[in-house]
C-alpha cells in the first residue's frame, strides 16, 4: 500500500475544498438554515407531533439525509472527473499508485468533506430547534456509512461522466427526488396503504429512517433492514467500481 499516494491524493482534494470555503461548506449549510427557518420553526410550530416528535425536530435527519447524498455525490464526481476534464489524469495515471489507492484517496477525502458538512448541519439545527440524540455512535455509523457508500458512488459517477451536464443528471434528476419522497420530511405511515408499499421500493427511505432511529429510537422500518439496505448498495458500488479498474473503463479523458 502506497500510503503516500493516497495521503497526497486526500490532502489534495481537502485543500480543494479549503480553497472554496464558501461553495463547498458554506452554502450547503445556508441552503439547509433555510429549510430549517422554513420547516422546522415556521410551518413546524404549527404542526403536531410527529410519534411524540416536534416537527422541527423530526426533519433534521431527512434534511441532513438529503445534504449529505448529495454532497458526497457531487464532491466524489467532481473529485476525479476534473483531471479527466483538464487532462491531468494521465499523471494520476502514470504514478505509482494502484487503482485502490486512488479509490482511496479520492473517497476518503469525499466522505470526509460530507461528514464534516453533516455535523455542521447539526450543529447549525441547534440554533432553531431542539432535539435529542438516543444513539449518537448508532448517527455517527449511520453518517460516515452513508457518506463512504455515496462517495463511492460518486466516484463512479465522475468516471462515467464525460461532460458537465452528466455530473447533475443523478443528483438532480435521481437522488434529489428519491429523498424528498422518501419520508424526509414526514413518515411514510401517514401515507395510504398503498402509497407505503410503494415507498418501500425508494432505496432512501431506508437511509433516513435508519438515521432517524439513531436519533429519536423510531423508524417506519426495521433498523437491520436499513444497515442491510446501505451496505448491500456499498457492496453493489465496491462491486461496480471494480469491475471498472478490471476493465479499464473511462479511465481515461
Not at 121 to 136: G, K, M, Q, S, W
Request: net charge positive; aromatic share 16%; with cysteine.
Amino acid at each position: 500500500m502506497n500510503i503516500h499516494g493516497v495521503r497526497a491524493i486526500y490532502r489534495f482534494e481537502m485543500a480543494r475544498t479549503f480553497r472554496t470555503l464558501m461553495q463547498s461548506i458554506a452554502s450547503p449549510v445556508l441552503s439547509t438554515s433555510l429549510y430549517f427557518v422554513v420547516f422546522g420553526a415556521a410551518i413546524g410550530s404549527r404542526m403536531g407531533d410527529i410519534g411524540g416528535v416536534s416537527y422541527g425536530a423530526f426533519i433534521i435527519p431527512g434534511l441532513i439525509m438529503l445534504s449529505l447524498l448529495n454532497e458526497s455525490i457531487s464532491n466524489a464526481s467532481f473529485g476525479i472527473y476534473m483531471p479527466k476534464w483538464a487532462g491531468t489524469i494521465y499523471e494520476l495515471l502514470s504514478a505509482p499508485v494502484s487503482y485502490v489507492e486512488v479509490v482511496l484517496g479520492y473517497v476518503g477525502a469525499a466522505a470526509t468533506k460530507s461528514v464534516i458538512l453533516g455535523l455542521l448541519i447539526l450543529a447549525t439545527a441547534r440554533i432553531f430547534v431542539d432535539y435529542e440524540i438516543l444513539h449518537p455512535f448508532w448517527m455517527i455509523g449511520f453518517l460516515i456509512l452513508t457518506a463512504v457508500t455515496f462517495s463511492l458512488f460518486g466516484f463512479i459517477i465522475g468516471l462515467w461522466a464525460d461532460d458537465f451536464q452528466k455530473l447533475q443528471v443523478v443528483p438532480l434528476m435521481v437522488i434529489t427526488p428519491l429523498t424528498f419522497l422518501g419520508g424526509s420530511f414526514y413518515s411514510i405511515s401517514m401515507l395510504p396503504p398503498v402509497w407505503q408499499k410503494i415507498t418501500l421500493f425508494n432505496p432512501v427511505v431506508y437511509l433516513v429512517n435508519g438515521f432517524r432511529w439513531s436519533f429519536y429510537g423510531q423508524a417506519d422500518v426495521n433498523i437491520a433492514v436499513s444497515v442491510g439496505a446501505t451496505v448491500g448498495f456499498l457492496v453493489l458500488c465496491l462491486g461496480v467500481v471494480w469491475w471498472i479498474f478490471r476493465t479499464g473503463w473511462k479511465l481515461k479523458a
